[in-house]
């Protein structure tokens, strides 16, 4: 008897499992990604000394609704008084060789094509001023970002705009793709 009703539940639980999912059609998503990081040369070394711990939010997906107001938000920020967390783009993985952010379509394929983009950076919080962070090698290294110690609000920056170059372009329609990397460290806040 045992048997026959543990049977009975392994085919009711397979077909509850086997029942259809719908959803409708998704056309773009996207998810934040959420990074605590405890710096070990003054958080975890066992020295006794403070510890620099805090939580970034980048969106991993930006689309066309969203390219020019893209939000760096840290909702953790437990670094040592004196110090602040100082975002940058980082150059050599997001930019080409003339300092262009490129958004690409069939990448490494014969029939690769791209459009040139401008990445700048809102100076202010009523995101009324902007300044380039690319293109020019002097530009290497401008913060796109800082948060003073203990602070979830941005000192500077902590919006970017993404503007692609399209006037002139001549490449088909599709959706092309690209991937912006930054550096964030803890520094002295001077």
């Known amino acids: 008897m045992k048997k026959r009703i543990m049977a009975f539940l392994l085919v009711v639980s397979m077909l509850a499992l086997a029942a259809p999912a719908h959803a409708e059609d998704v056309t773009s998503g996207s998810v934040t990604v959420n990074y605590e990081y405890t710096d070990p040369e003054t958080g975890g070394g066992g020295d006794g000394g403070d510890t620099s711990t805090y939580t970034v939010n980048i ?35 997001s930019y080409d060789t003339q300092g262009y952010f490129n958004l690409y379509k069939n990448k490494g394929d014969v029939n690769e094509e791209s459009i040139k983009c401008r990445v700048m950076v809102y100076t202010d919080s009523t995101l009324s001023s902007m300044v380039y962070v690319d293109s020019m090698q002097e530009l290497r290294g401008r ?40 550096n964030i460290e803890v520094t002295d806040a001077s």
């Open 59 to 93: 969106p991993a997906t930006v689309t066309n609704e969203n390219i020019d107001l893209i939000p760096i938000t840290v909702s953790k920020n437990d670094i040592p008084a004196g110090k602040m967390l100082l975002f940058t783009v980082d150059w050599d993985n």
């Open 143 to 182: 913060p796109v970002a800082k948060f003073n110690a203990g602070s979830t609000s941005p000192s500077y920056g902590g919006n970017l705009n993404i503007e692609p170059l399209i006037t002139g372009l001549n490449v088909s329609s599709g959706t092309y793709t690209g991937t912006l990397y930054f």
